[in-house]
Every structure is written in C-alpha cells, then in structure tokens.
C-alpha cells in the first residue's frame, strides 16, 4: 500500500493538566490506520477517545511521539503546513457540525476545496453533487439556521468529503441528533465508505454504530487495550 494511504502513530503521549494533577491520556501508543479501514473508538467518557482522534487527525500535537503520512512526521511542520495536510488528506465530522452559519449549504461544503485552491466553478459542482449525494439537493441556498439538526449533520459530512479525502474522522457524529437521523448519518458514513474507499476512524458511544464497524479500538488507560472484529460487518 502507499505511504500517502496510511497513518502511522509511534509512540505518542500526552498529558494534561485536571485538577492541578499532570493526567496522562496517551501513553506512548503506537498506532496504524490505513485506507479502507472502518474503526470505531470506545470507551467511558473522558478517558482520551476524542485527544486520540484529534492527535490521529493532526488537529492537536501530543506532547512526545510522531504521526508518519507519506513517510515523513508530520509533527515536523509549522501549522501552515498541518493545516494544508488536513485540508487535502482529512475529513472532519464532529458531533456539532461546525457549518458557518452566514453562509448557506452550499457554500459551506465548497469552502474546504476553495481554501485548498480549486476554481470556483470545480468546487460548486463538487459541492453540488455531494450535497445531492446526501440528500440535501434541495435545499442548497439555504443558510445553516434554516436547515434542521439532521440536515446540518449530512452537510457537514459533505464538507467533510468535497476534497475526497482518504481519511474520515467523525467524532460522535451522531451524538446530537434523534434515533432517526442517527440512523440516516449511520447509513451514510458506510455507504460512502463502501462508495469511496476511504477510511473512517469514529469515535462514538452507540454501540449499534461501533457493530458497524471492522474493528473496534477499546482505549483504556492510554493505551489501546482492545482490537476486536465486530459482530456486524456492512
């Protein structure tokens, strides 16, 4: 497989600060993800499930320890050079969408490939047809306060994917939204998996959704105590 399809956490920690008390949430983990993985991070609330996304996703810097993509670390870069890695090679869905909420649909799932440089003609086409894919083709003049909670949630996926990223990261994507629409954004985050190859790394608590996945991480003390093959593959 190509360096560019694999994320590679090597002996990673961090630690921080909670009640005056150093708290360690990772410990020195070593860690592969690759492309076409479907992993679901568990665990009980505040044991690191969201700090290990966002080091894997390179949103935050662990305080020892490297992120290798395409062979170098990537803990090497500035924040320019960070951001410019997420914005072509990650996705991001979290449990609030994050949409900006002057612009409409549209224009929030076009930002990521207009920040990377594409034209703006490429990018609303790209925008148009993944706001369609995830059945939002209706309703792509409409600002973000006009759209329901389920409908911001498959907007932000959208963003999520207009750079066609091999990685996706969601982070209780769900945790927000009633059972229906749970179920809609279930659907959606395997659907496009099986449709684009790419990897999706979940942090979540329903089970249902974790079932889904190929692999479940259990994160226990710092450390990934557990992989262990679902009962439900889609």
Same mark, same amino acid.
């Given at each position: 497989? /190509?360096?560019?399809?694999?994320?590679?956490?090597?002996?990673?920690? *961090?630690?921080?600060?909670? #009640?005056? =008390? &150093? !708290?360690?949430?990772? *410990?020195?983990?070593?860690?592969?993800? @690759?492309?076409?993985?479907?992993? $679901?991070? !568990?665990?009980?609330?505040?044991?690191? *499930?969201?700090?290990?996304?966002?080091?894997?996703?390179?949103?935050?810097?662990?305080?020892?320890?490297?992120?290798?993509?395409?062979?170098?670390?990537?803990?090497?870069?500035?924040? +320019?050079?960070?951001?410019?890695?997420?914005?072509?090679?990650? #996705?991001?869905?979290?449990?609030?969408?994050?949409?900006?909420?002057?612009?409409?649909?549209? =224009?929030?799932?076009?930002?990521?490939?207009?920040?990377? #440089?594409?034209?703006?003609?490429? $990018?609303?086409? @790209? $925008? *148009?047809?993944?706001? /369609?894919?995830?059945? %939002?083709?209706?309703?792509?003049?409409?600002? !973000?306060?006009?759209?329901?909670?389920?409908?911001?949630?498959?907007?932000?996926? +959208?963003?999520?994917?207009?750079? =066609?990223?091999?990685?996706?990261?969601?982070?209780?994507?769900?945790?927000?939204?009633?059972?229906?629409?749970?179920?809609?954004?279930?659907?959606?985050?395997?659907?496009?998996?099986?449709?684009?190859?790419?990897?999706? !790394?979940?942090?979540?608590?329903?089970?249902?959704?974790?079932?889904?996945?190929?692999?479940?991480?259990? %994160?226990?003390? #710092?450390?990934?105590?557990?992989?262990? &093959?679902?009962?439900?593959?889609?």
């Amino acid at each position: 497989m /190509d360096r560019s399809e694999v994320l590679e956490l090597s002996e990673v920690s *961090k630690t921080f600060m909670g #009640g005056g =008390e &150093p !708290v360690s949430v990772l *410990k020195e983990l070593t860690w592969t993800v @690759r492309r076409g993985d479907t992993i $679901a991070i !568990v665990g009980p609330s505040g044991i690191g *499930k969201s700090t290990l996304l966002h080091v894997l996703g390179a949103l935050d810097r662990p305080d020892r320890g490297r992120l290798l993509f395409g062979g170098r670390n990537l803990f090497d870069l500035d924040d +320019a050079g960070l951001a410019r890695i997420r914005n072509r090679h990650m #996705g991001f869905v979290f449990q609030f969408h994050h949409l900006l909420p002057e612009f409409t649909a549209l =224009e929030n799932v076009m930002m990521p490939a207009r920040i990377a #440089g594409m034209g703006i003609r490429e $990018a609303r086409e @790209r $925008a *148009k047809a993944l706001l /369609d894919r995830v059945g %939002l083709s209706h309703r792509l003049g409409h600002r !973000v306060p006009q759209l329901s909670g389920g409908e911001q949630q498959r907007a932000a996926l +959208a963003r999520a994917l207009v750079m =066609e990223p091999p990685f996706l990261f969601a982070d209780e994507p769900t945790g927000n939204l009633d059972i229906e629409n749970s179920h809609n954004v279930h659907d959606l985050l395997l659907e496009i998996h099986a449709e684009r190859g790419c990897a999706l !790394v979940v942090v979540t608590h329903n089970m249902d959704l974790a079932r889904m996945m190929q692999r479940q991480v259990t %994160l226990m003390h #710092g450390r990934i105590a557990e992989v262990c &093959p679902s009962s439900l593959h889609i």
